[in-house]
Nanobody, 116 residues
Framework: QVQLVDSGGGLVQPGGSLRLSCAAS????????MGWYRQAPGKQREWVAD???????NYATSLKGRFTISRDNAKNTVYLQMNSLQPEDTAVYYC??????????WGQGTQVTVSS
């Protein structure tokens, strides 16, 4: 089993930045891809970005250029640097990992609110 703890959310003004973190514990040796999803009020959860163990990154087209995903394999932690935040980025952000066996694990989520 893999346990994930998301952190770093908060209230930020439009144009501001936040850095989310997700620390994994447990069977971390089995983790392959780490990533982020988000769910805005009244909307379905959507994929934001992911990164493989080897560092290959993928982004939702609409977010590329503002969001940057990174990973520290030594710390079993994935990060999401979010810049130029806008009100439409308001959502609960969830960390997700996929293991080598194809199992998916989720963090508890961290709230990001962009408002003046």
């Amino acid at each position: 089993q893999v346990q994930l703890v998301d952190s770093g959310g908060g209230l930020v003004q439009p144009g501001g930045s936040l850095r989310l973190s997700c620390a994994a514990s447990g069977s971390v040796f089995s983790i392959n891809t780490m990533g982020w999803y988000r769910q805005a009020p009244g909307k379905q959860r959507e994929w934001v970005a992911d990164i493989t163990r080897g560092g290959i990154t993928n982004y939702a087209t609409s977010l590329k250029g503002r969001f940057t995903i990174s990973r520290d394999n030594a710390k079993n932690t994935v990060y999401l640097q979010m810049n130029s935040l806008q009100p439409e980025d308001t959502a609960v952000y969830y960390c997700n990992v996929l293991t080598q066996l194809g199992l998916s694990h989720w963090g508890q989520g961290t709230q990001v609110t962009v408002s003046s």
